[in-house]
């Protein structure tokens, strides 16, 4: 696991200073404190922070070709680096050390750009190629580790987080409105966006080539063109089980202890299961590791404890508690733009108490983008079905008397769940499909919320594109794939990929994600939609391919989940916390948004009229995240807001 930077000048000819390169890496020794290595050639430098899983002692980054032509950094694991090694050892490639990153510059050498097809891992990628004095960057197929770059005047500069990037002086910190309103509405920007108008997230399944001053950004592996084909339940169930513990085995590649995630829920818990298979045959043991909270509504430790109990493994938990205040401040100037899934906190939590124990471990992520475990799959399925019956101001009047009653403090509940479900029908476009219950801000409330200025900056464009591109690139027909892909290509890679790879770098900690393996996925979505969701069923196949793997218990409980009780938290211990980064003074010398309207959101969250948590705490991440930049942001012209 590294953190990587590179820069590519415009003239493939032109010294690249080597201390220039090193700047930026220096600012991503979290994600790799072991080690740093360095190369600057005529047109390009490259540079890696690493921490090291395989091959410890040899394998130190840049790696370079035979020739000397062609050199790599790279941050990730390659899983079937052994069959690659074999297969490109035989084609007269010669390897230097045990590194399955050395074996991208040979893949590459010898398939060009087709080689990152040929790649199954998590992986984000550098190289430079002096023969045609390109730099050439690519990103796994679910977006696991990430890779941002800017197209400048002089050239092209490349990192693993944004943070690395803004220490030079040729990039803008202009924000993209547009992008802020985004992140308003999801809590999270959408690949290609970054809140940076200059900076720019390679998507995921993407590589990038930097040549002769132009940029050219193409995919190379799309989940939409997999086949669907039918299958009997009993042996999509089959196939699936062997597929998860083949992932399972192939990513406990490692010459370091690892360990597992564990919060109870089906897709960990299948995890841990096969994982405690596959370390018996390995000789090696593995600790789980959980987070759970005093109010019993979020708290989950009692199913993590049974799973590790049930599995033979060493087992440590922490709790969660309103203290998290402490790690506000410095995990919101960690992220490199404004970031509000609350569920970064525990993520942070469990990551920290895991890097006590090990270096690396594996997670369930990526489950419910593959098999529908999200409440919205069913929630869609119902409107669908009432949207028939049902004008649209039927749904308006119930939301509306929905609205005047008090949320509930429990984590979901039947009320809770039935106001959500009104406000998605009733407020958000219906083209959006599932994604209406993704959202937290609709129009009108974002229009009330933004200063005019804020207003003509951000809503003239359209906030939901990229979610509408991606609903519009699945063709196959099957609608319960197309809700699957989108969130696979938005929410997977842009929220839970993104916490998940900022939250454990923090604490120099590997994450591996066996659901996101590209046989896992591409098997996946060659089964129908029915056999994933069906009415309020979710998960079917899955669930039938863990029976008998995982207690009764695990499989058939409701999903969670992994939350906190932040709409409690700002009423009460966060509250002093939420005044004092949302005081009228501050939104008025940002001159974004509405000191009256902030206000009165406030007031009503506070006294429990309503649950405004989403917009409060995405309000305050964004204060405090443009506070935490090393120097003053370069507004676009925003007038005085009028409170």
């Known amino acids: 696991m590294c953190g990587i930077a590179a820069i590519a000048d415009r003239d493939p000819r032109a010294p690249v200073s080597a201390d220039a390169v090193h700047q930026m890496v220096r600012r991503l020794v979290h994600r790799g404190p072991e080690d740093e290595g360095l190369i600057a050639r005529p047109g390009a430098a490259l540079a890696m922070r690493r921490l090291s899983f395989m091959d410890i002692q040899g394998g130190q980054q840049p790696f370079s070709n035979e020739r000397g032509d062609i050199h790599v950094v790279g941050n990730g694991e390659i899983y079937n680096y052994p069959d690659l090694r074999a297969e490109l050892s035989a084609l007269g490639h010669v390897f230097r050390s045990g590194s399955d990153i050395e074996a991208v510059v040979h893949a590459y050498e010898e398939w060009g750009g087709d080689a990152f097809a040929r790649l199954r891992g998590m992986f984000a990628v550098a190289l430079h190629d002096e023969r045609t004095g390109a730099l050439v960057a690519a990103r796994d197929r679910a977006g696991e580790k990430p890779l941002f770059y800017a197209h400048t005047p002089q050239g092209l500069f490349l990192a693993s987080e944004v943070k690395a990037l803004l220490v030079r002086p040729e990039i803008s910190r202009e924000f993209d409105l547009g992008a802020l309103d985004q992140f308003m509405t999801y809590e999270y920007v959408m690949a290609p966006r970054t809140l940076f108008t200059q900076i720019r997230k390679l998507p995921a399944a993407h590589h990038l080539v930097y040549r002769d001053g132009a940029v050219e950004v193409t995919r190379y592996w799309d989940a939409a063109d997999t086949p669907v084909r039918e299958w ?19 990513q406990m590649m490692s010459d370091v202890p690892l360990g597992v995630f564990l919060s109870g829920g089906i897709d960990s ?86 890097r006590q124990h090990v270096k690396g471990v594996l997670a369930g992520d990526g489950g419910d983008e593959l098999f529908g475990g999200y409440d919205a799959y069913a929630a869609q399925a119902l409107a669908s079905r009432l949207s028939r019956v049902a004008p649209d101001v039927a749904w308006r009047l119930a939301d509306r008397a929905a609205s005047v009653v ?125 056999l994933k969701v069906r009415g309020h069923e979710r998960k079917i196949v899955l669930k039938e391919a863990l ?92 007038a005085t807001a009028v409170s």
């Open 232 to 250: 009997a339940l009993p042996d999509a169930a089959q196939a699936v089980r062997e597929a998860l513990a083949t992932a399972v085995d192939r």
């Open 269 to 354: 818990s299948a995890i841990a299961a096969f994982m405690a298979d596959a370390a018996v045959r390995r000789g090696v043991t593995v600790t789980s590791f959980s987070m759970g909270f005093r109010d019993e509504t979020y708290n989950e430790l009692p199913y993590a404890r049974a799973v590790a109990e049930r599995f033979g493994l060493t087992h440590v938990e922490d709790l969660v508690t309103a203290d998290v205040a402490t790690l506000f401040d410095p995990l919101v100037a960690h992220l490199d733009e404004p970031f509000a899934d609350v569920s970064l906190f525990p993520t942070y939590m469990v990551s920290r108490l895991a």
């Open 406 to 530: 008090p949320p509930s403090e429990q984590k979901k509940g039947a009320l809770n769940k039935v106001k959500r479900f009104l406000d998605g029908v009733a407020h958000h476009p219906a083209d959006l499909g599932h994604f209406r219950w993704s959202t937290f801000m609709n129009q009108a409330s974002r229009a009330r919320l933004y200063t005019p200025a804020m207003r003509e900056a951000s809503l003239g464009g359209d906030v939901h594109r990229e979610v509408r591109d991606a609903l519009g690139a699945y063709q196959a027909g099957d609608v319960v794939n197309r809700e699957l892909y989108a969130d696979l290509r938005t929410y997977l890679a842009d929220d839970i990929l993104v916490k998940v790879d900022r939250m454990s770098m923090a604490t120099s900690l590997e994450t591996r994600a066996p659901f996101l393996d590209a046989d896992v996925m591409t098997l996946a979505f060659s089964m129908p939609g029915h």
């Open 547 to 638: 029976r008998g793997v995982l207690p009764d218990g695990i499989l058939l409980r409701r999903k969670e989940g992994f939350s906190i009780p932040m709409k409690n938290w700002l009423r009460r211990d966060l509250q002093p916390l939420m005044r004092d980064l949302l005081s009228p003074e501050r939104l008025r010398r940002r001159g974004l948004f509405e000191p009256r309207e902030v206000d009165r959101l406030m007031q009503e969250h506070v006294a429990g009229r309503a649950n405004h948590a989403h917009q409060l705490f995405s309000l305050m991440v964004f204060e405090r995240w443009a506070d935490a930049l090393d120097a003053p942001v370069q507004l676009p012209r925003v």
